[in-house]
């Protein structure tokens, strides 16, 4: 038998060889760093004197001594011995759980230090990593389908939306990406234009700055921009939603869990048509159920919201006075009041 002087593989590893004699060989005793012997597995063949065999071992991290003994049929024997380093890989293993659905890629940091996602087409698809080895796994939905989130992520793994990173670590790794249909879509005629006030939660004053508005374009994919509003700062984003309510920023060509602007956090989640915005700043929380716009051009202002005959409706909101407790100014306080005009 021969073995390279340096493996790094998985663990079992299969030692295979042949072995020979005239009339034939009985066994194939292995020892493994001077343990106990392992009797090997015979294959068949036609000549005795080659005769294929193979045994799994489980090699210690480092330098390992192998001895392989043949034995013939009249007792005589032969040993072989050796020397090889070892570096035990572990298993990782990618499934889909609806494979026709999407894709996975994985990029591993140093390259060599995993082995190509096999089979290609397979499900799951599996490589062999060494331990400490930075894994990015990347998955990407077919037409008209959307990521769906993970499942089973391992400790310390770092998720992105449809982006996980994470150190290989010293034991076998299983994940799962999961997609379905984009759940993103309006009904027939309906806008995709989003909007919605932010307020302050139930621990937060309620102020100037933390009360704004957020408004934004959502398409069928879940791509999504918009704008937020708070304290006199506005801020633009691209954002991606997934199929799990999760939400990513797209902020120079970089995906990020949350959005950083003068000095305030924003996440966003989706869920049945309805987008929920948290905007963080020192302790302060503003929160908003920021939702689908009612009406389009294509899908109009129902007539008993408008004047008889008419494609209008005109309204007066009146805006009343409150007491100021503890009054912070001694100027008179008034009614206001303003006007709105609704087109179909």
Request: overall charge neutral; hydrophobic content about 40%; some cysteine.
């Amino acid at each position: 038998t021969s073995m390279a002087g340096k493996i790094s593989a998985v663990a079992p590893y299969v030692v295979t060889g042949t072995a020979g004699d005239a009339k034939g060989i009985d066994r194939v005793e292995v020892v493994l760093n001077g343990g106990d012997p392992i009797i090997a597995t015979l294959g068949a063949t036609t000549m005795p004197t080659a005769v294929p065999f193979s045994v799994p071992i489980v090699p210690l991290n480092g330098e390992n001594t192998l001895a392989v003994t043949a034995y013939d049929l009249r007792g005589n024997h032969t040993t072989v011995t050796r020397i090889f380093t070892f570096a035990r890989r572990y298993e990782l293993a990618i499934l889909r759980d609806y494979p026709a659905l999407g894709s996975v890629v994985l990029v591993a940091t140093p390259a060599a230090s995993a082995s190509a996602l096999s089979p290609a087409s397979g499900n799951p698809r599996r490589s062999a990593i060494l331990p400490g080895t930075t894994v990015k796994i990347t998955a990407t939905p077919a037409a008209k389908m959307v990521f769906n989130g993970w499942l089973d992520a391992p400790a310390g793994a770092v998720v992105t939306g449809d982006v996980m990173t994470f150190t290989m670590p010293d034991e076998d790794v299983e994940v799962t990406a999961r997609f379905t249909g984009a759940p993103f879509a309006a009904i027939i005629g309906a806008t995709n234009s989003f909007q919605g006030l932010l307020q302050p939660d139930f621990s937060t004053a309620d102020s100037n700055s933390t009360v704004g508005l957020l408004t934004g374009a959502l398409t069928a994919s879940g791509g999504f921009t918009g704008k937020v509003s708070i304290d006199g700062v506005t801020q633009p984003f691209r954002a991606i939603f997934y199929g799990d309510t999760s939400c990513v920023f797209l902020v120079a060509g970089k995906k990020q869990n949350a959005l950083t602007f003068g000095g305030r956090t924003l996440t966003l989640e989706y869920w049945q048509d309805t987008i929920t915005a948290k905007v963080t700043k020192n302790g302060d929380v503003s929160e908003g159920q920021i939702r689908r716009a009612s009406y389009s051009p294509s899908f109009k202002v129902p007539s008993n919201l408008l004047l008889p005959g008419s494609t209008k409706g005109y309204y007066t909101m009146r805006l009343p006075w409150s007491p100021q407790i503890p009054p912070v100014n001694p100027y008179p306080r008034g009614d206001g009041f303003m006007t709105i005009t609704l087109s179909t």
